[in-house]
């Protein structure tokens, strides 16, 4: 081999360990460096990895003579199972004070109503919820705004489907979200 080439192929060899090692997930489930040496490197280097879940709430709100009914049902879409999430149901008009909850919510505020989902696996549905509350009054209209307050700690880039703002004019219809 000649020289040029000797030199070339250190240089090349070089570059490969270099990179190889710089990689935090290099030899993970390979058995390189041991079973999941990769993923400790990682955690090492840039600390815990946080569990992603892509939360969806779906259900529909409807109002008739100041009854106002909410059916909720949170959906994980994952990759990661969450222990708990909290779901926040914001009413753009006064409740009447101290109606009795289901027992997965409180109160939060005269308009703000929290419900906690509890375990939900990847891929799988919370526990169905049903809020009954009348109004102060007998508005024409209620706006519901249905938000994740709390998503146990995961991650989620999909913020569109579980966030949604639903008009529920007096009409006694089932408006869905």
């Not at 939360?55 to 949170?74: D, F, K, P, Y």
């Not at 149901?89 to 109503?113: E, H, T």
Request: proline share 7%; glycine share 14%; hydrophobic share 35%.
């Amino acid at each position: 081999m000649g020289v040029m080439r000797k030199a070339l192929l250190v240089g090349v060899s070089a570059a490969t360990v270099v990179m190889t090692g710089a990689s935090p997930g290099a030899g993970a489930g390979t058995g390189v460096g041991g079973e999941g040496e990769g993923e400790r490197r990682a955690s090492r280097a840039y600390g815990p990895v946080e569990p992603e879940a892509d939360l969806a709430h779906h259900g529909h709100v409807s109002l008739r003579n100041g009854e106002l009914t909410l059916r909720l049902q949170t959906e994980n879409h994952g990759p990661s199972q969450l222990t708990d999430a909290t779901v926040r149901l914001d009413f753009s008009v006064p409740l009447l004070p101290g109606q009795p909850l289901p027992p997965a919510c409180l109160w939060s505020g005269d308009r703000v109503v929290l419900c906690r989902t509890g375990h939900i696996r990847a891929g799988g549905r919370g526990p169905e919820t049903t809020v009954g509350l009348r109004t102060d009054g007998r508005p024409d209209e209620v706006v519901v705004r249905i938000d994740t307050a709390w998503n146990g700690g995961a991650s989620d880039r999909n913020s569109e489907n579980h966030q949604h703002r639903v008009l529920a004019p007096d009409t006694g219809d089932k408006y869905v979200f």
